[in-house]
């Protein structure tokens, strides 16, 4: 069974500061893609950022970074000089291919306030 | 370029009657799926639909069904409603069954009463 575990329900960060979001997951299959999307007030899912499992660097989008820990399975969420828009719940998702489906599997989801 | 369309934006209907969403991928892709996230939670996978074929199910029951057209659209039909179906229904689309980015459509919001 494939799980995503993120621990953190709530984070608050100041404007223009740095935050990092954390999520753990589990999977016995070797090719894999991990995702954060965020998810704001209007509910619409908008993807932040993808790692593929067999790319040792870490992935960078702008303002957001993975730190990508294979061995750990670890994939934590780094967005630099917050901003009030960056303000959402975050969720963070794994889908792999060890059947006919690429369904996507969701952690609880960190809510992120952005204090002025 | 378009993204996921879905429609309707809004739904309310009362226990035990049926309703039929419906979701356009992305141009050029050609799987879809269907999550349900109940308020306060992650979104749970309902089914995925590639090349008209189902390719997998989540553990919903027989009361959910869907099926995608030659255009690639598909439609999420739920029966026999119950309070505890009201929720965000996300569709979303990918260009390929294996691991790949999937893109979400803006929801459809069921209200069950």
């Known amino acids: 069974a494939q799980t995503v575990t993120q621990s953190q329900p709530e984070m608050s960060v100041q404007e223009a500061e740095t935050v990092t979001l954390s999520c753990t997951y589990d999977?016995?299959?070797?090719?894999?893609?991990l995702f954060w999307y965020k998810q704001p007030p209007s509910r619409q899912m908008i993807l932040v950022i993808r790692q593929e499992a067999y790319k040792q660097q870490n992935a960078t989008e702008n303002r957001f970074s993975v730190n990508f820990q294979k061995a750990a399975k670890s994939f934590s969420l780094k967005i630099s000089d917050s901003q009030l828009g960056d303000a959402a719940m975050y969720f963070c998702?794994?889908?792999?291919?060890?059947?006919?489906?690429?369904?996507?599997?969701f952690g609880t989801g960190t809510l992120l306030a952005v204090q002025p | 370029d378009a993204g996921v369309t879905q429609s309707p934006t809004h739904l309310i209907k009362t226990r035990g009657q049926q309703v039929t969403l419906r979701c356009s991928p992305i141009?050029?892709?050609?799987?879809v799926s269907w999550y349900q996230q109940v308020l306060g939670q992650g979104p749970q996978f309902i089914f995925q639909y590639y090349e008209k074929e189902e390719r997998g199910r989540g553990n919903f029951p027989d009361r959910f069904s869907a099926r995608q057209f030659p255009n690639y659209s598909s439609e999420l039909n739920v029966n026999a409603l119950l309070l505890g179906d009201s929720a965000l229904y996300l569709c979303?689309?990918?260009?390929?069954?294996?691991?790949?980015?999937?893109?979400f459509g803006p929801g459809t919001r069921l209200t069950v009463l």
């Open positions: 999977t016995s299959e070797s090719d894999y893609y």
């Open positions: 998702a794994l889908t792999a291919y060890g059947g006919a489906t690429n369904k996507l599997i």
């Open positions: 979303a689309s990918s260009l390929r069954t294996g691991p790949d980015t999937q893109y």
């Open positions: 141009s050029g892709h050609k799987s």
